[in-house]
């Protein structure tokens, strides 16, 4: 139900509720993003795709107010969305490289949506901003088992808290020995290890 305003380089460019009416816009729009990413995990293990290392996407979803019509200048006129809540969109889709996620959300995203299945990523405040947003991550599926996720929540709150940096260290540390792939948690034990802010991070 999205509608593809662009191709930019490799990237799609898309938005949801427009030019349609979508009542349901964030849910759809969560859920196309999990069908592509079940593709793309599909695909990565076609032969084509192996010998190449190829096939993997990342995707940033944003909810927000933006300005939707024709704009441009006489000779060309561009049907797309304008406005802040297309840039976060873009910056919450740079947080995937920098975490070596799949689908990055925000709480926006995520309170529209309804979606319950995802894990905080952390509260960011992204390049060219001045206000922190609260980030989510969609796992592929079978990624982390129920128990993991569980603890990994549990665990979350305590990095915002220096009163439990101990009972956040040890936890971390736990989590990064029974899956020490998981790039979110290692970047946590790194900063909680060294002391540092885990409550709110600054993208340069």
Same mark, same amino acid.
């Given at each position: 139900?999205?509608?593809?305003?662009?191709?930019?380089?490799?990237?799609?460019? +898309?938005?949801?509720?427009? &030019?349609?009416?979508?009542?349901?816009?964030?849910?759809?729009?969560?859920?196309?993003?999990?069908?592509?990413?079940?593709?793309?995990? /599909?695909?990565?293990?076609?032969? &084509? !795709?192996?010998?190449?290392?190829?096939?993997?996407?990342?995707?940033?979803?944003?909810?927000?107010?933006?300005?939707?019509?024709?704009?441009?200048?006489?000779?060309?006129?561009?049907?797309?969305?304008?406005?802040?809540?297309?840039?976060?969109?873009?910056?919450?889709?740079?947080? /995937?490289?920098?975490?070596?996620?799949?689908? !990055?959300? +925000?709480?926006?995203?995520?309170?529209?949506?309804?979606?319950?299945?995802?894990?905080?990523?952390?509260?960011?405040?992204?390049?060219?901003?001045?206000?922190?947003?609260?980030?989510?991550?969609?796992?592929?599926?079978?990624?982390?088992?129920?128990?993991?996720?569980?603890?990994?929540?549990?665990?979350? &709150?305590?990095?915002?808290?220096?009163?439990?940096?101990?009972?956040?260290?040890?936890?971390?540390?736990?989590?990064?020995?029974?899956?020490?792939?998981?790039?979110?948690?290692?970047?946590?034990?790194?900063?909680?290890?060294?002391?540092?802010?885990? +409550?709110?991070?600054?993208?340069?």
């Amino acid at each position: 139900g999205g509608m593809v305003v662009d191709l930019i380089g490799d990237a799609v460019f +898309s938005m949801f509720n427009a &030019p349609v009416d979508l009542p349901d816009h964030a849910q759809r729009a969560v859920q196309s993003a999990r069908e592509i990413q079940a593709f793309t995990q /599909n695909f990565q293990q076609s032969p &084509p !795709a192996l010998a190449l290392e190829f096939g993997r996407t990342r995707i940033g979803l944003h909810t927000g107010v933006a300005q939707v019509g024709n704009f441009g200048s006489t000779q060309q006129f561009k049907y797309t969305p304008l406005g802040d809540a297309v840039n976060i969109a873009a910056r919450i889709e740079g947080l /995937n490289k920098f975490f070596g996620t799949d689908i !990055a959300l +925000s709480e926006a995203t995520v309170q529209a949506s309804g979606f319950t299945q995802g894990r905080p990523l952390g509260s960011f405040i992204l390049k060219g901003k001045e206000e922190a947003l609260m980030i989510y991550e969609i796992p592929p599926p079978g990624t982390y088992d129920a128990d993991y996720l569980e603890r990994y929540r549990i665990a979350f &709150p305590w990095l915002a808290d220096s009163r439990h940096h101990t009972e956040a260290l040890a936890a971390f540390e736990s989590l990064a020995q029974e899956n020490p792939s998981d790039t979110c948690v290692a970047w946590y034990l790194a900063r909680l290890r060294q002391g540092l802010d885990c +409550s709110c991070v600054v993208m340069t």
